[in-house]
T-cell receptor, first 117, second 112 residues
Framework: GAVVSQHPSWVICKSGTSVKIECRSL??????MFWYRQFPKQSLMLMAT?????????EQGVEKDKFLINHASLTLSTLTVTSAHPEDSSFYIC?????????????FGEGSWLTVV | DAKTTQPPSMDCAEGRAANLPCNHS???????VYWYRQIHSQGPQYIIH???NNETNEMASLIITEDRKSSTLILPHATLRDTAVYYC?????????????FGKGTHLIIQP
């Protein structure tokens, strides 16, 4: 299947600082990428949809000024958690939509663990 | 997107076939059935998807009932590495830009 890569796999940052997570589609171009957050023992929750060359669309309750998303190219989307707090500690996962002639399939990255101390 | 219902957990013996059911009684004609799994502390992995015909790939088989109101994912020879949470998701595949909505899935435990 298609490959989506995230970096870093895990990061520890101090409260009040910002941290950036990258999501790359390695073998296909993705006009649409998605960012999810997952807390322990819970399911994935969609945070935002990232569209190449335009502003991201955020789900209800997700602060767009806190979770900055940039999708500057067809293979790269970034999520920046600004002024991080301990409650932002979570597993962040990106996915990318690959379009086939028969439809489309969404592939996920490996995830990034964020710990805010 | 149509709602899906899955059992919260299932056990299966190693080497046996694991059959994971999913109900999607409100599925509409242009919605596909997708299956993903999430192994602990990893991102979800795409397994298979189908519209109305049964599908098979190197990972699994997908059996969709004729009325499309339910489906079964079959892992033919389960191994310990197949222990994961399996998600059945119904979604229109025609080009919509919406992300996938995850329910609670089925926690499949493969027993040695």
């Amino acid at each position: 299947g298609a490959v989506v890569s995230q970096h870093p796999s895990w990061v520890i940052c101090k409260s009040g600082t910002s941290v950036k997570i990258e999501c790359r589609s390695l073998d296909f171009q993705a006009t649409t990428m998605f960012w999810y957050r997952q807390f322990p023992k819970q399911s994935l929750m969609l945070m935002a949809t990232s569209n190449e060359g335009s502003k991201a669309t955020y789900e209800q309750g997700v602060e767009k000024d806190k979770f900055l998303i940039n999708h500057a190219s067809l293979t790269l989307s970034t999520l920046t958690v600004t002024s991080a707090h301990p409650e932002d500690s979570s597993f962040y996962i990106c996915s990318a939509r690959r379009i086939y002639s028969s439809g489309n399939t969404i592939y996920f990255g490996e995830g990034s663990w964020l710990t805010v101390v | 997107d149509a709602k899906t219902t899955q059992p919260p957990s299932m056990d299966c013996a190693e080497g046996r076939a694991a059959n994971l059911p999913c109900n999607h009684s409100t599925i509409s004609g242009n919605e596909y059935v997708y299956w993903y799994r999430q192994i602990h502390s990893q991102g979800p992995q795409y397994i298979i998807h189908g519209l109305k015909n049964n599908e098979t790939n190197e990972m699994a088989s997908l059996i969709i009932t004729e009325d499309r109101k339910s489906s079964t994912l079959i892992l033919p020879h389960a191994t310990l590495r197949d222990t994961a949470v399996y998600y059945c998701i119904v979604k229109y595949s025609g080009g919509g830009a919406d992300g996938l909505t995850f329910g609670k899935g089925t926690h499949l435990i493969i027993q040695p």
